[in-house]
């Protein structure tokens, strides 16, 4: 389906590979609304080799209850917590988190008689989903201790975090993978791709349908409009802001504008990833 993938990938892949022999904790950072489809299969097995804490990102855009669900599935398999970066600092937990998957070999070290360093992450995710905004969260409070630290390799910059952390400056960009549709849906309103990669009619249908069937009622709210068939829904939508799906360009207009609801939460907290119940 997406023809630049395999490309990318490729060389996505190469780079986090060299960048991942130097850390001991890799943060995968997947988005709060789609941690199924942020997730990037083909990197699972180069992230074996090291512990892995999940950080769901954006959780002030996902619908909490889903998170919740979320941290208790992936938290099942490894430990996993939600941020907002925008306006929270978690380095306090996420120091906690890092130090808990390292104390095996804290405690061999201590065995060996090695002397304790800080502990040396990165962070890791698909394009869009918060890594610099994180990198940048984590550095203002430290950016006084930012500094080079040569004998790793010339080119990475370390930054101390916190007393006991370091953090590759640098993020590793992983390239989304997506046989299924769906997934392509949910990468594309969230942001990850771009929009035109799909048909933006397609895009809008689908959501529609979604919150439709999942969160009918901040969608009826805000739209105030009763349920109907999807192109009468669309053309209702269109009138309220003032476009007619007709008119030349204005069927465009109508399709950005109800993406842009989603995605500023005109609809609601909405997790595009459902997670059943158990
Ligand atoms: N609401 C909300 N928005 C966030 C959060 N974290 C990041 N963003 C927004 O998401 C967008 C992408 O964030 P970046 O930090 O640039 O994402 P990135 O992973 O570095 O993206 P690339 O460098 O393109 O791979 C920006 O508009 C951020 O403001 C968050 O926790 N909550
Ligand atoms: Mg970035």
Redesign the pocket.
């Known amino acids: 389906m997406i023809q630049w993938y395999p490309g990318h990938m490729a060389k996505a892949r190469a780079e986090i590979q060299e960048k991942i022999k130097l850390v001991d904790v890799v943060f995968e950072?997947l988005d709060a609304r789609i941690p199924y489809s942020s997730q990037n299969p083909v990197f699972q097995d180069l992230m074996h080799q090291k512990k892995v804490i999940t950080i769901l990102?954006?959780?002030?855009?996902a619908d909490s209850t889903m998170t919740k669900k979320w941290l208790s599935y992936l938290g099942k398999q490894k430990e996993v917590i939600a941020?907002?970066?925008?306006s929270n600092y978690h380095i306090n937990e996420m120091v906690r988190l890092a130090k808990k998957v390292m104390e095996p070999k804290r405690l061999k070290d201590q065995e060996k008689g090695l002397k304790p360093r800080p502990i040396r992450v990165m962070v890791l995710?698909i394009?869009?989903?918060?890594?610099?905004?994180?990198i940048n969260r984590l550095v203002q409070k430290k950016v006084t201790q930012v500094g080079n630290k040569p004998g790793i390799t010339k080119a990475q910059q370390w930054i101390r975090i916190h007393q006991d952390m370091e953090l590759l400056d640098t993020?590793g960009?992983l390239w989304p993978k997506f046989d299924e549709e769906r997934i392509g849906y949910h990468l594309a309103l969230t942001g990850a791709i771009k929009d035109e990669i799909l048909r933006k009619e397609d895009l809008v249908q689908y959501l529609l349908a979604f919150c439709q069937q999942y969160y009918p009622e901040a969608f009826l709210t805000y739209y105030q409009i009763t349920n109907q068939e999807q192109n009468a829904l669309i053309d209702a939508i269109g009138k309220k802001k003032g476009y007619d799906r007709l008119k030349s360009g204005d069927e465009d207009k109508i399709y950005d504008a109800i993406i842009q609801d989603f995605r500023t939460l005109k609809l609601g907290r909405i997790t595009l990833d459902r997670l059943q119940d158990e």
């Open positions: 950072l990102t954006k959780q002030d855009l941020i907002d970066a925008i995710g394009p869009n989903v918060g890594k610099s905004t994180l993020p960009v």
